[in-house]
């Protein structure tokens, strides 16, 4: 009964460990935080991230294995058996099987006590033999490759250009993160001056639903006026809690991003803004084939590939290796115990040479294969610059129209935002109709949200221009 207490407050206590370990970060803040920072934090924390750099882990072991290719193979056994034997047959020199025990006669050469020789008759009985042996026995091995054909450089050299690609995945890894980062920032931010907008825009509706009761009070508007208004204002406050609730799945999703709880809430700091005409865009595309982690890779993976043709080429050339071998044995009755000295000793030094003159061609397919991987890697690598080439020309020149296009947008807002107080006031003195008022209202609230798109766009396409070339620019 104590044991099973015991294992129960073991796996209770094991449980709340796990438990703890599985307890998400929370991050509560009342000081804007910037996107670096954030970045910090979802390095840590992603999960995404994490998994990548797992392959990290691989390095240093691969390194070893690809050196121990150089070193020679040791290995030692030990050995101990008992076995049982139990013969009741055997067989005679006719063929015939005879069963144990059996009884013959046979003539014998007797000495008398005169000293005489004499023949004389005994009966012999065999029984059947049966018993237990024991075995006892160990060997060491070494062997040592001294030429496989070049093979085991070219393995080395492959293994640390895998070395290279997995931190540069996780670097790769890293960067993404960054992206989707700021553009879950982005998203988030554009959609608080949504919810901003909206409640300004409520405030607008309240004041125009106000101004025509105290105008209908005295007359000067119908009903209808006032009834309108009033559904205006209901469908503001209906679009401020669809805002508020898409902020809220956004902060979420940021948070997912993060990898940390998804109850955290922070203010985040804004980031100052960059024009297209900062940048050149040749020396974008040259930043971009120096800091583009995939091309990194692809050319890594070309050379994997030239590597492993030279490795197949390999089977063409002999293999060289030399060894020893020490071993011990020794076979006792039952009555003897197992020894780890046995006495029986053997003592083996051997060199091999093989040769492989003909396999029936599959070193010529093998040669083939690895070639066409090469061509094919090569081709990949070309197709990556060309398309990193194209990627980074396209976003900068959306990345260009787009802050041209915000630049109108804005010059709009505020043409709006002026029509609308011209309007309000007009309405108060009765010098134009509701119906102007919606009107401009409706205009004001259209080149508002056209402008936030267009700076969500701007920030969109700054970070598509960021991901083509692979380094921040801001």
């Known amino acids: 009964m104590r044991s099973v207490i015991w294992w129960v407050l073991v796996l209770g206590v094991m449980s709340g460990v796990v438990r703890a370990e599985e307890r998400l970060l929370r991050v509560d803040s009342q000081t804007p935080i910037s996107l670096d920072s954030l970045v910090s934090i979802g390095l840590r924390n992603n999960p995404q991230v994490r998994q990548s750099e797992l392959a990290l882990k691989l390095n240093r072991i691969g390194d070893l294995a690809a050196i121990g290719r150089f070193l020679p193979t040791i290995s030692l056994g030990l050995d101990f058996s008992e076995s049982q034997f139990e013969n009741r047959t055997y067989r005679n020199p006719d063929g015939s099987v005879s069963t144990l025990p059996v009884t013959f006669e046979e003539v014998v050469i007797v000495q008398g006590d005169d000293g005489q020789l004499t023949l004389d008759t005994i009966t012999v009985t065999e029984n059947a033999s049966e018993g237990k042996l024991h075995s006892s026995s160990w060997n060491v091995n070494a062997n040592l490759s001294l030429f496989e054909g070049g093979q085991r450089i070219f393995l080395y050299r492959i293994a640390q250009a895998q070395k290279k690609i997995n931190t540069l995945s996780v670097e790769e890894a890293h960067k993404s993160l960054t992206r989707t980062l700021a553009q879950e920032v982005v998203g988030v931010l554009t959609l608080e001056k949504v919810v901003a907008l909206n409640k300004r825009l409520r405030d607008q509706r309240k004041d125009a639903f106000d101004l025509a009761k105290a105008r209908f009070e005295v007359g000067a508007v119908t009903e209808l006026d006032v009834l309108q208004a009033e559904i205006e204002l209901g469908t503001a406050e209906n679009t401020i809690a669809s805002s508020e609730r898409e902020l809220e799945k956004r902060r979420e999703e940021l948070n997912q991003t993060l990898g940390i709880n998804l109850e955290s809430r922070f203010p985040i700091a804004e980031t100052g803004g960059l024009t297209p005409y900062q940048f ?25 590939a030239k590597d492993n043709v030279s490795f197949a080429r390999g089977n063409y050339l002999p293999r060289v290796s030399i060894g020893a071998s020490r071993s011990a044995s ?49 081709e990949s690598e070309r197709d990556l610059r060309l398309s990193i080439e194209r990627s980074v020309r396209e976003a900068y020149r ?40 919606r009107d401009a209202q409706v205009t004001y609230e259209r080149a508002e949200t056209d402008h936030l798109s267009k700076e969500l766009e701007y920030q969109s396409s700054l970070i598509a221009l960021e991901l083509a070339v692979g380094k921040a620019l801001r």
């Not at 800091?291 to 070309?302: G, K, P, T």
Request: hydrophobic residues 35%; without cysteine; proline residues 2%.
């Open 330 to 378: 020794e076979q006792a009755g039952a009555d003897q115990p197992f020894t780890l000295d046995p006495r029986n000793r053997n003592t083996t030094y051997y060199g091999s040479l093989t040769w492989n003159l003909f396999d029936g061609f599959a070193r010529e397919f093998d040669v083939a294969s690895k070639k066409v991987d090469l061509r094919r890697s090569q």
């Open 280 to 304: 050149q865009l040749d020396n974008l595309i040259d930043q971009a084939w120096q800091n583009r982690s995939d091309l990194e890779i692809a050319v890594l993976q070309a050379k994997q």
């Open 398 to 437: 959306n990345m260009a129209t787009v802050y041209d296009q915000m630049q109108t947008t804005n010059r709009n807002r505020e043409l709006a935002n002026r029509t609308l107080e011209l309007e309000r006031e007009r309405y108060r003195l009765g010098a134009t109709s509701a119906l102007s008022l």
